[in-house]
């Protein structure tokens, strides 16, 4: 039984993966430019957040594996976007913190990415893409 055609394209499963592959494909275009990717834009944008962080508590508060954080944030690091200081309260932690690099980064990408974002949902009208991304909220138990 193929999965392509009419029936396939009424399943939930259907619309939402391959809704989710464009969008990743707009944000992949948008952030390229900027040299990062939709999970580095996530690092830096926890990161940003008025209270410092080190890599364990930035993955958790991610849903990031602590190895797949240590990769990430290595990547930030190479790429001279965030730095790593030991914690003066936990000297076997390391604390993140943006670069001035990092932070413009972090500004821009993030501009970019709502930019996308506002063209992909842009189909629906601005009162139809706040509903539809509320609808999303609910179905993920954040509500509204």
Not at 41 to 59: F, N
């Amino acid at each position: 039984m193929s999965t392509e055609g009419p029936l396939a394209s009424a399943r939930l499963g259907y619309l939402l993966k391959h809704a989710y592959l464009r969008y990743a494909e707009r944000s992949r275009e948008a952030l390229a430019p900027h040299q990062v990717d939709g999970r580095e834009l996530a690092v830096l944008t926890r990161l940003a957040g008025p209270e410092p962080l080190s890599q364990q508590e930035a993955a958790r508060q991610l849903g990031i594996d602590r190895t797949t954080m240590v990769a990430l944030v290595d990547g930030l690091e190479r790429k001279r976007l965030v730095g790593r200081r030991p914690d003066p309260g936990d000297r076997r932690k390391n604390i993140v913190e943006l670069t001035a690099a990092g932070r413009t980064t972090l500004i821009d990408a993030t501009e970019a990415a709502d930019r996308a974002e506002q063209q992909f949902l842009g189909a629906l009208g601005p009162a139809a893409a706040s509903s539809f991304k509320d609808v999303l909220r609910t179905l993920l138990g954040s509500g509204p």
